[in-house]
């Protein structure tokens, strides 16, 4: 009687034995790589997922995919790759839990972004968050200007948690309205309350040119201090 399935091409496609420790070579490097390669994609770049579980996810999907589709990939090596995933992701995971700093290499940690209503400028320039990006994401939380915020954090995850200030102690802010924060300027026309463009940093300002205390850049916007509308 005919075979329906040839078995030795279908769980091993024809490949000799000593392939399977190739394949737990392969799925190690790649494994790695593509952890490497999203930890420096940086948060935004995986944002709601954590870095180790989109590796997770891209490798077990690949390896599930490529034997469904393809003929000259077997079965057994397909199943090889799943068992090294999952040893490897039983060992990073055993791993981040007996070490903080491999813990933070893996999942990264929440960094401050405003403080007091001023941006945190060493710790946005360590993030892959551009200006306009993070100026939108507050916007989407009804934000008009950096005096209504008392600080916002970037969490592992890539997600902005942002902490306000009572309508009672909001002051003058940078605005990050477009229109009013693309007026910025490095001649101030008149006596005011002025945010640097750079930083946040608010102070009063005569007419003329300055630079700011805090970062010494010298664009500044008039600031605003309206209550934030929920």
């Known amino acids: ?34 952890l490497l390669t999203l930890k420096l994609a940086g948060k935004r770049g995986v944002k709601q997922l954590s870095i180790f579980e989109t590796v997770i996810i891209i490798a077990l999907g690949s390896a599930a995919g490529d034997p469904m589709f393809y003929e000259d990939v077997g079965i057994i090596p397909a199943a090889i790759v799943f068992t090294v995933i999952i040893i490897l ?18 999942e990264g940690k929440t960094e401050c972004l ?16 551009a200006q306009d990006e993070f100026f939108a994401e507050l916007r989407i939380k009804s934000i008009e200007h950096l005096g209504q915020v008392k600080h916002a954090f970037i969490e592992t995850s890539g997600e902005i948690s942002v902490f306000y200030y009572e309508d009672k102690e909001v002051g003058y802010g940078l605005p990050i309205l477009p229109s009013l924060f693309y007026a910025k300027s490095k001649f101030i026309p008149t006596d005011g309350v002025y945010s640097c463009s750079f930083c946040g940093h608010t102070e009063e300002q005569k007419a003329g040119t300055a630079n700011c205390r805090i970062c010494k850049k010298e664009e500044w916007v008039a600031s605003i201090n309206t209550k934030r509308i929920t």
């Not at 769980?11 to 790695?32: A, C, D, G, H, Q």
């Not at 995971?93 to 813990?103: M, V």
Request: net charge positive; charged share 25%.
């Open 1 to 34: 009687m005919k075979q329906i399935f040839e078995w030795e091409r279908l769980l091993f496609n024809n490949l000799p034995e000593s392939f399977i420790f190739e394949v737990i070579f392969r799925s190690t490097i790649m494994f790695i790589i593509l």
């Open 114 to 129: 405003i403080n007091d209503g001023k941006f945190s400028v060493s710790t946005f320039r360590k993030e892959s968050l």
């Open 89 to 106: 992701y039983r060992s990073v995971t055993w791993l981040t839990g007996k070490s903080k700093k491999f813990e933070e290499f893996i």
